[in-house]
């Protein structure tokens, strides 16, 4: 159950995004606010591992797509809101 979902054990910091060399503060702010997003746009129905698939997808479009830094907050939610989409549907498809 969501509830269950705690963003703090997911947040980064300026060391976890040191690969972003120059730009590290910036990245761990947008990351941080992606992961914000993720918590406040799930619902009851998402599962704790639904969630958690959303978080590494992020982590990791993150980390192979660094142009994503010029993401504005708007587009950032909207990412979120489509990865959320995608994972829901997938879990309805292996329901059916």
Do not use: C, K
Not at 51 to 78: C, F, H, K, N, Q
């Amino acid at each position: 159950m969501w509830s269950e979902f705690d963003i703090r054990a997911y947040l980064v910091s300026e060391h976890d995004m040191a690969f972003f060399e120059g730009e590290e503060e910036q990245a761990t702010d947008q990351m941080n606010q992606m992961l914000h997003f993720i918590a406040d746009n799930s619902d009851e129905d998402d599962s704790l591992e639904q969630l958690e698939e959303v978080v590494r997808r992020t982590l990791y479009a993150w980390i192979e797509e660094p142009e994503l830094l010029g993401l504005d907050s708007e587009e950032m939610e909207t990412y979120v809101l489509e990865q959320l989409a995608e994972v829901r549907q997938q879990e309805e498809d292996t329901d059916e």
